[in-house]
T-cell receptor
């Protein structure tokens, strides 16, 4: 149980384009999902908390107009990187909290974004 | 003081060795703790949860010292497959989202 999928697993895009990443909880309903970014040899940094049916909460320093988050259902959250630039190249990972387990999060396999 | 601090390593140990990692945290109110394992270019996977003084699962033992605010992870009889980065994770208490704060990770390489 507690499986989270992410799509695509990798994407290469040109500077200035937008990229959408999907995160799905496959066997449970997740009212809360989290989006992280991880640069090489660094740990995961929380970008935003995605709440079903309401606006996402962004961490300090993360531009909400650049990283658009939509959590339209209990099993799907999307992150859109708008007007991507090479410095946005990173490993983006989502996670979902299984409600009975207050703090445990289950991670998607990640999306490796390369902006050329 | 950082919220979660880990020795980055790397730890290079021979197969069969016992290795221990420490992690310190700053929020004395934290009640639960986690160790995640992350392989290169993969997502983190939950290894152990620690809700009381410690937890043991096979070759892995996690211990919690609340007075000193540190958590340790002990791996006995290391296997080649244990090579990975081990992340110490502590819940944040901001807001109601119950977020997690990740340490920078400790890299382990088990050598044949």
């Amino acid at each position: 149980g507690a499986v989270v999928s992410q799509h695509p697993s990798w994407v290469i895009c040109k500077s200035g384009t937008s990229v959408k990443i999907e995160c799905r909880s496959l066997d449970f309903q997740a009212t809360t999902m989290f989006w992280y970014r991880q640069f090489p040899k660094q740990s995961l940094m929380l970008m935003a908390t995605s709440n079903e049916g309401s606006k996402a909460t962004y961490e300090q320093g993360v531009e909400k107009d650049k990283f658009l988050i939509n959590h339209a259902s209990l099993t799907l959250s999307t992150l859109t990187v708008t007007s991507a630039h090479p410095e946005d190249s990173s490993f983006y990972i989502c996670s979902a909290r299984d409600p009975p387990r207050v703090y445990e999060q289950y991670f998607g396999p990640g999306t490796r974004l390369t902006v050329t | 003081r950082k919220e979660v601090e880990q020795d980055p390593g790397p730890f290079n140990v021979p197969e069969g060795a016992t290795v221990a990692f420490n992690c310190t945290y700053s929020n004395s109110a934290s009640q639960s703790f986690f160790w995640y394992r992350q392989d290169c270019r993969k997502e983190p996977k939950l290894l152990m949860s620690v809700y009381s003084s410690g937890n043991e699962d096979g070759r892995f033992t996690a211990q919690l010292n609340r007075a000193s605010q540190y958590i340790s992870l002990l791996i006995r009889d290391s296997k080649l497959s244990d090579s990975a980065t081990y992340l110490c994770v502590v819940p944040s208490h901001s807001g109601s989202a119950r977020q997690l704060t990740f340490g920078s990770g400790t890299q382990l390489t088990v050598l044949p």
